[in-house]
C-alpha cells in the first residue's frame, strides 16, 4: 500500500471517529447551532417590519428575511466550528493524542479528520437553517443553478477556512472553556458585518471595521449569487479572504500540532 493510500485511510478513520463523537454527543452542535436559528426568527418576527421599511420594502418583511439569510448562513458556519475548537481542545487535553503520536498513523490524519468533519457539520446546519428560512418565507430571485453551485462553493470554501482557524484555536487553549472563548470571534464579526444592516447605513467611523473584514465580501458575494444584487469587488475579496485564513489557519495548526509537547 502506498503512502497516499495509507494517508487516506488514516484520515478517514480520524474522520469517522470525529462524526461518531458528534454523533453522541449532539448538545453542542444544537446549542451552536440554535443561535443563528434563533437570530433568524428574532430578527423577522420582531424587527422585520421596520427593517424592510428601512431596506425600502415597505411593511413586506420578506425584502428583509431575503436581506439577512446570507449573513446568518455565514453565522452559522462561525457558530458550528466553535465546536470544532473545543473538540481540538479536549483532544489535547485528555491524553488521546499522545497515545495517537505513539501509533503509527499519518501525523496530520488528526487535524484533517477535523476539519473534514467540521466541515460537514457546517453544511448540515447551513442546510437546517436554510430550511427554516425557506419555510418562513425566504426565496432566491432568479439565481441560475451555476450561480446556487457558487454559492455552495463559497460556503464549503468558507467553511474550511474558518475551521483550520477554529483547529490552531483549539490547540492553543489549555481547556475546553478557554477554547470556546477564544472562538467566540467566529461568531460575534457577523455582528459587526453587512448581516443586518447595510455598511452605508453605519456610522462613519464604524463602517471600516464592517467593511474591511472577511464576512462582510463574503455575505455580499453570497447575497449576489442568490439575490441578483451586485457583487462588485466582493466576489474576489471573499476568496482571497478564505484562500488566506486556510492558509494561515492550517500553517498555525500544523506548526502547533507538531511542535506541542502533549
Given amino acids: ?57 415597505g411593511a413586506d418583511r420578506s425584502v428583509y428575511i431575503a436581506y439577512i439569510v446570507p449573513g446568518l448562513l455565514l453565522m452559522t458556519i462561525g457558530s458550528t466550528v466553535v465546536g470544532t475548537a473545543v473538540s481540538v ?20 490524519s488528526v487535524l484533517v479528520g477535523h476539519v473534514v468533519g467540521s466541515v460537514l457539520q457546517s453544511v448540515l446546519s447551513v442546510l437546517v437553517v436554510g430550511a427554516v428560512a425557506v419555510a418562513i418565507g425566504f426565496r432566491s430571485t432568479g439565481a441560475t443553478a451555476l450561480e446556487w453551485l457558487a454559492a455552495f462553493g463559497l460556503l464549503v470554501l468558507f467553511a474550511t477556512a474558518l475551521t483550520w482557524i477554529a483547529v490552531g484555536m483549539g490547540l492553543v487553549s489549555p481547556n475546553a472553556e478557554a477554547a470556546s472563548n477564544n472562538a467566540l ?5 457577523p455582528l459587526l458585518s453587512s448581516a443586518f444592516v447595510p455598511v452605508d447605513a453605519m456610522p462613519a467611523w464604524f463602517r471600516p471595521i464592517a467593511e474591511y473584514q472577511p464576512f462582510t465580501p463574503a455575505i455580499e458575494t453570497l447575497r449576489g449569487l442568490l439575490l441578483g444584487t451586485g457583487i462588485g469587488h466582493n466576489g474576489w475579496l471573499a476568496v482571497a479572504w478564505c484562500l488566506g485564513l486556510a492558509v494561515l489557519g492550517r500553517l498555525w495548526a500544523t506548526s502547533r500540532f507538531r511542535d506541542d509537547p502533549k
Fill in 1 to 57: 500500500m502506498s503512502s497516499l493510500s495509507l494517508a487516506v485511510r488514516d484520515c478517514t478513520t480520524m474522520l469517522r471517529r470525529n462524526l461518531l463523537h458528534a454523533r453522541r454527543y449532539p448538545s453542542l452542535t444544537l446549542n451552536l447551532l440554535l443561535t443563528p436559528v434563533m437570530l433568524l426568527l428574532l430578527f423577522v418576527y420582531i424587527f422585520g417590519d421596520t427593517m424592510s421599511a428601512g431596506l425600502g420594502g
Fill in 89 to 108: 481542545s479536549n483532544d489535547m487535553t485528555e491524553g488521546i493524542i499522545a497515545r495517537f503520536r505513539t501509533m503509527a498513523i499519518h501525523r496530520s
Fill in 185 to 189: 470571534p467566529l461568531i460575534l464579526l
